[in-house]
């Protein structure tokens, strides 16, 4: 069965320290690794795809990897507004996206 | 430019009433995708229409359909709510079918007492 694990669930960092989030995925032909920021209450904001292993994409503090069994979300001396759930889903054969439960950042000053 | 939107913003309905969801994708996006959050989970995978034909559906009950117009706006309706379908319903537009990278609206807050 296709499935998406994320990790750690929760991640406390202050302001400065680098850190890493993964993303664990079971699909069956890999069409697309997608990750995702939501605000509380609000829709997620899209990040990045990545579609093959070896892949890297970057946007200002955040960095995302891909490899043949996993992801990872980096990101470089975090600000606090960067706290934020963090999604990620992956797409495969069939026409949907599979999310994993996010992990939830706090950055503090 | 302008997003995807999504109508109501805040919805209350009690057991067994019906809603209806809308959602207005990006402009010369032809594919709309439904999913509905709960509370500390991701979005589960509802339905996925493109060009008004369904391509996707998710493991949900028959109380849930959907529906594309021809300009390629999106309803949601769920019938005999139960209070269990209290959730954020999402609403996602992409160019394309399949797993095109997928734009998320604002949602829609549905409480069902």
């Known amino acids: 069965e296709d499935q998406v694990t994320q990790s750690p669930e929760a991640l406390r960092l202050q302001e400065g320290e680098s850190s890493s989030l993964n993303c664990s995925y079971t699909?069956?032909?890999?069409?697309?690794l997608f990750w995702y920021r939501q605000d509380p209450g609000k829709g997620p904001e899209f990040l990045f795809t990545l579609y093959s292993a070896g892949e890297e994409k970057e946007k200002e503090r955040l960095k995302a990897t891909l490899t043949k069994k996993e992801s990872f979300l980096h990101i470089t001396a975090p600000k606090p507004e960067d706290s934020a759930t963090y999604l990620c889903?992956?797409?495969?054969?069939?026409?949907?996206?599979?999310f994993g439960t996010g992990t939830l950042l706090a950055v503090q000053p | 430019d302008a997003g995807v939107t999504q109508s109501p913003t805040h919805l209350i309905k009690t057991r067994g009433q019906h809603v209806t969801l809308r959602c207005s994708p990006i402009?010369?996006?032809?594919?709309v995708s439904w999913y509905q959050q709960v509370l500390g989970q991701g979005p589960q995978f509802i339905f996925q229409y493109y060009e008004k034909e369904e391509r996707g559906r998710g493991n949900f009950p028959d109380r849930f359909s959907a529906r594309q117009f021809p300009n390629y706006s999106s309803e949601l309706n769920v019938n005999a709510l139960l209070l269990g379908d209290s959730a954020l319903y999402l609403c996602a537009s992409s160019l394309g079918p399949g797993t095109d990278t997928q734009y998320f609206g604002p949602g829609t807050r549905l409480t069902v007492l």
């Open positions: 889903a992956a797409g495969g054969a069939t026409n949907k996206l599979i």
């Open positions: 402009s010369g996006h032809k594919s």
């Open positions: 699909v069956s032909g890999l069409r697309g």
